[in-house]
């Protein structure tokens, strides 16, 4: 008698539970994702999303999309489109890594550094495809 009462006191107790329903906003090309390809995402530790495509690296703050990407005229872009890894050391500092190189966004000024992979540039870099940081 005893455990029938506990087990209806519980399903009567489990009854009034229930989850909330799960909401996903989906962001794609037609909200200024360079690409809907996503091969890494990171969220920072100033609250904004970082998303590496094969058509460049995207910043999500909740709203819009700024795109940064390869420019062939400046040293200071990417080094390439294709993004593959992405990390923020402790330091905040935000590295991407390429098809053609490692990269460290400077959040002061907006561009980024390079760290080999371009006109064969030495970086003590083994490969200049950058598939993962850790």
Not at 94 to 101: A, P, R, Y
Request: glycine letters at 10%; a positive charge; charged letters at 20%.
């Amino acid at each position: 008698m005893a455990r029938t009462l506990r087990i209806f006191w519980l399903l009567l107790f489990c009854s009034g539970l229930y989850a909330q329903p799960v909401r996903f906003d989906q962001l794609n090309v037609e909200h200024g994702l360079s690409q809907n390809t996503v091969n890494c995402i990171i969220k920072d530790s100033r609250g904004y999303l970082w998303i590496g495509t094969n058509d460049g690296l995207n910043r999500y703050d909740g709203y819009q999309f700024a795109v940064f990407r390869h420019l062939k005229q400046d040293s200071s872009s990417l080094s390439d489109n294709k993004v593959y890894a992405l990390l923020e050391d402790r330091a905040g500092r935000l590295w991407v890594g390429t098809k053609n190189g490692l990269n460290r966004y400077d959040r002061n000024k907006g561009c980024f550094m390079r760290f080999g992979g371009l006109h064969g540039r030495p970086a003590g870099l083994k490969d200049h495809f950058i598939r993962s940081i850790y």
